[in-house]
């Protein structure tokens, strides 16, 4: 079992009101699945990516990541986990303007201490198709393109988990097909896939689905 939740609660206050975003959510996923996560707007599915991704924490319930639970980590020992097992893909690619989709990849690796990172930003590149755009900045690049740089960073440190926030929501049928060939392959491979969707169409392609609804696991009819 690669992840284990048990009753992950996490409540936003707004003033007087709260909002319970995630109301009691218990789920496992296995080493190697590609789940899709579906639901309304605002059922909390980014909340739920955001603990699992360990950028944020829940304010009861565990979470047992790979054995480790991870849920009272701080947020220290939670970068660090999330460095070396988690790669972030989100709708509107997050890449940094200014710099070129080569150097974007870079950062990542940087950040986790690596050296040669140029070359195994290059590499990253090559493997979704990229060679030949290295040198342009996110503003010369296609849609697709640009979440296929996004794809590369998420997957420079070797991840062993992919987690991806609606990432085909900004692209045409034809570029998001590409990007969910790309998640299919990375899958085969082993890799662990969670996908945030609101597209029929790929969560048909991922090999269960779960649902929320106003903050809990809805899997009834
Ligand atoms: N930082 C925040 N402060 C206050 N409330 C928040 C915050 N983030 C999210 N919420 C609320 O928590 C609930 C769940 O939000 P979340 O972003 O997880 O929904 P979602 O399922 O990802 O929706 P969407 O499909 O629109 O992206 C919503 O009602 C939202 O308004
Ligand atoms: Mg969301």
């Known amino acids: 079992m690669l992840i284990q939740t048990q009753d992950l609660i996490k409540i936003y ?3 007087d009101a709260e909002v319970r975003a995630l109301d009691g959510v218990s789920i496992t996923i296995e080493q190697g699945e590609m789940v899709g996560v579906i639901g309304t ?3 909390g599915k980014t909340t739920l990516m955001n603990i699992l991704g360990c950028l944020d924490r ?3 319930g565990s979470y047992v990541l790979a054995g480790e639970d991870v849920s009272r980590h701080n947020k ?44 195994l930003a290059a590499k990253a590149l090559e493997a979704v198709g990229l060679g030949d755009r290295m040198h342009h900045e996110p503003a010369q690049l296609s849609g697709g393109q640009r979440q296929r740089v996004a794809v590369a960073r998420a997957l420079v440190n070797d991840p062993d988990i992919l987690l991806a926030d609606e990432p085909t929501g900004n692209l045409d049928s034809r570029t998001s097909d590409e990007i969910l060939c790309l998640f299919e392959d990375l899958n085969k491979q082993g890799r662990t896939i969670i996908v945030v969707t609101h597209d029929p169409e790929v969560a048909g392609r991922c090999g269960r689905t779960i649902r929320m609804k106003d903050g ?4 009834g009819v």
Do not use: C, W
């Open 13 to 15: 206050h707004m003033g």
């Open 216 to 219: 809990r696991v809805f899997n």
């Open 41 to 43: 707007s605002g059922s």
């Open 76 to 119: 220290d020992k939670l970068a660090h986990i999330r460095n070396k097992r988690i790669g972030f893909i989100f709708q509107s690619f997050n890449l940094l303007p200014r710099i070129s989709a080569q150097q974007n990849v870079e950062l990542p690796l940087q950040y986790a201490g690596k050296s040669d990172t140029h070359h």
């Open 58 to 60: 829940p304010d009861s």
